[in-house]
């Protein structure tokens, strides 16, 4: 949208997911930290938007993808930590204007 919105809307009438129940959403970390969110899309792939890469892709071994919780902070047996070992950038995404992200 071009319209600028402010707002601090939540879910209204939602409910907190239950432990475990979406295991398709991944966390993108660099060095440890909470970037963007990403979405397992088949065994060994993940998508996220191209800007959450394209600063930083230099620095491929700071990343992780984190699976299996609803915590970002969460050490248990069922959460996956796991390395990138490449990425791929849509080749029509625009750094400067954030278009094809």
Excluded: K
């Excluded at 432990?19 to 440890?32: N, T, V």
Aim: aromatic share 12%; glycine share 8%.
């Amino acid at each position: 949208s071009v319209a600028s919105l402010t707002t601090n809307a939540r879910i209204i009438g939602g409910e907190q997911a239950p432990d475990h129940a979406w295991g398709w959403m991944l966390s993108l970390q660099y060095r440890g930290n909470h970037l963007c969110g990403a979405t397992l899309i088949a065994a060994g792939f993940a998508f996220t938007a191209a800007h959450c890469l394209s600063t930083n892709i230099q620095t491929l071994q700071n990343f992780t993808i984190v699976a299996g919780t609803n915590y970002l902070n969460d050490t248990g047996a069922q959460v996956q930590r796991r390395s990138l070992i490449s990425t791929f950038i849509y080749p029509q995404y625009n750094y400067s204007a954030f278009s094809n992200d």
